[in-house]
């Protein structure tokens, strides 16, 4: 028994001790065929998130479903994943970060299964529930894993490669959604996660290292409070533009629970003996920082996703693979900008004005998507496309790399949950806040636009003299409120362009916040 003591405090040893030479936490014998493993259960994870939303038409006939209760496949797996994803560092610590990562895979790609099976809307409802609880684990374990099994030297670079998966996953994912959709039926949109998640686990079974597990006390009030202000936030952001938002009781009701529970679990994190998170996460600079702009980066890059494939559909007479085609460019971008950046990074060039300058791309490319017009041709798109993804990896990865070069490796699966929960909080924000005011300026700009529409303005068409045409007249008058419409539409989309683009350039300022790594001493 007493030899067993310093074989126990010497494993549990690297958990709590800082590096000190350029040694990988966890060394494997195939770091290749892992960072393969990890790549594709990314890459399912992130694809699930935008590649069911082509589907939704097609679910909606097969399941029975309204147009409001159709949502709940989205609502539910976002609602689930965020609220699971607080868990993932006590979970890991708790049951090992190897076994959480393989049961989180392998309950992704049975609910995917599930999913496709499903016969009605309760049953899809659920499973896609589970699907989130499993793939919330999926990415800050991912990300973890890869930092672990890696280098410092090298971890700029491992950090882009992982990164090239999330930034490009959902922008492929609607366009295979799509392509599944019209070929095969919306179902294989989740069984084509089967065969892949089948390649994953395999893998992972082989190479996944696992750091040692450790006792650690479960903050269930502070996690309750947490998960139930995420919960309520998801809800008000995807039911207020169903209900009206504020004109509606129960959006009250998510408001005040959410800034209710927010409020004790921030208090409950600054004062409990064994919180959920590690306050040293909370007094690091840099995490915080890199938190802060995690939000803007979600706002920005997944409300731009979301709101232009219908723009170039409804607007611009794209069809579903037209529009993946042309925002294909964007996914280029990112992956040159993150190598690019990756390599600066490894140069010793200083992260901050490399984040700054990924943001002023970003803002010069939203300043000239706020240019367009109903005229605007393939190239506009392709153009800008590409050169928002230039400014996306510029970001990406000086951030995460900045963000982790100052935590001990012990708290990466909690900061890594952090980072994605920001995130993912941020693109619903970003996402929900755009539409509501796409919609609202659709409005108001069509009331503007009609004001105009005078005998003189329009001359090709006697609006004095509908009457007369009976069924004609009707027509004329359809089509002409139809292009009201549309130029209508074409404004507010450009007001959302503009208003993330002084959000990019707002953000800016707080690179003076980050600080450069220290070594940590021996």
């Not at 049975?110 to 684990?137: D, P």
């Not at 005011?437 to 409005?443: E, M, V």
Request: proline share 5%; with cysteine.
């Amino acid at each position: 028994m007493a030899s067993a003591a310093p074989t126990r405090a010497a494993a549990a040893a690297p958990a709590s001790q800082p590096q000190t030479a350029d040694v990988a936490f966890l060394p494997v014998a195939n770091p290749a065929l892992l960072i393969v493993g990890v790549m594709i259960a990314s890459l399912l994870q992130v694809l699930d998130v935008t590649i069911a939303n082509v589907a939704i038409p097609h679910m909606q006939a097969s399941l029975s479903a309204t147009p409001d209760t159709v949502s709940w496949v989205l609502t539910s797996y976002i609602i689930a994943s965020a609220v699971a994803m607080p868990i993932t560092g006590w979970l890991a610590d708790r049951v090992g970060s190897r076994r959480l990562f393989l049961i989180s895979v392998v309950m992704f790609v049975a609910a995917s299964m599930l999913c496709g099976m499903a016969q009605n809307l309760t049953e899809m409802v659920i499973f896609r529930a589970v699907q989130g609880v499993g793939g919330a684990f999926i990415a800050p374990l991912s990300q973890s894993a890869l930092l672990d099994s890696t280098r410092p030297s090298r971890q700029p670079q491992i950090i882009a490669l992982w990164g090239m998966g999330i930034m490009i996953g959902p922008i492929l994912g609607p366009v295979l959604g799509g392509w599944l959709t019209e070929t095969a039926g919306w179902r294989w949109v989740f069984f084509v996660n089967v065969p892949m998640g089948a390649v994953c686990i395999a893998i992972l079974l082989a190479t996944l290292p696992s750091r040692p597990s450790r006792d650690r006390r479960f903050d269930l009030f502070g996690y309750a409070m947490l998960a139930i202000a995420l919960a309520s936030l998801q809800l008000l952001l995807d039911r207020g533009a169903v209900v009206d938002w504020f004109d509606s009781l129960e959006t009250w009701i998510y408001t005040g629970v959410m800034l209710s529970c927010a409020w004790v679990a921030a208090i409950h994190l600054a004062t409990a003996r064994e919180p959920l998170f590690d306050r040293r996460l909370f007094a690091d600079v840099n995490f915080v920082v890199a938190l802060l702009f995690m939000v803007v980066v979600g706002a920005v890059m997944f409300a731009t996703l979301a709101l232009l494939p219908p723009m170039l559909q409804n607007l611009f007479g794209y069809d579903v693979i037209d529009t993946g085609l042309v925002l294909a460019p964007r996914g280029v971008g990112v992956l040159i900008s993150m190598q690019v950046s990756g390599l600066l990074v490894r140069r010793g060039f200083d992260a901050r004005w490399i984040v700054a300058l990924g943001f002023l791309i970003g803002a010069w490319s939203l300043h000239l998507m706020a240019g367009w017009s109903l005229e605007a041709d393939r190239w506009h798109f392709v153009a800008t496309g590409f050169l928002q993804g230039l400014g996306i990896g510029l970001v990406f990865i000086p951030l995460n790399t900045s963000a982790f070069a100052t935590l001990p490796p012990e708290l990466r699966t909690d900061g890594s949950s952090l980072l994605n929960l920001t995130r993912s909080v941020g693109s619903s924000v970003g996402i929900s806040a755009m539409v509501t005011l796409l919609a609202s300026n659709l409005q108001v700009n069509h009331a503007q636009l009609s004001e105009h529409l005078t005998a003189e303005a329009t001359s090709a068409i006697d609006l004095t003299a509908l009457d007369r045409y009976q069924g004609y007249g009707d027509a004329a008058l359809a089509a002409l409120n139809g292009e009201v419409t549309r130029q209508a539409a074409m404004i507010a989309y450009l007001d959302d362009f503009t208003v993330m683009m002084w959000l990019s350039l707002a953000a800016v300022p707080l690179v003076m916040l980050m600080r450069g790594p220290k070594p940590r001493a021996a």
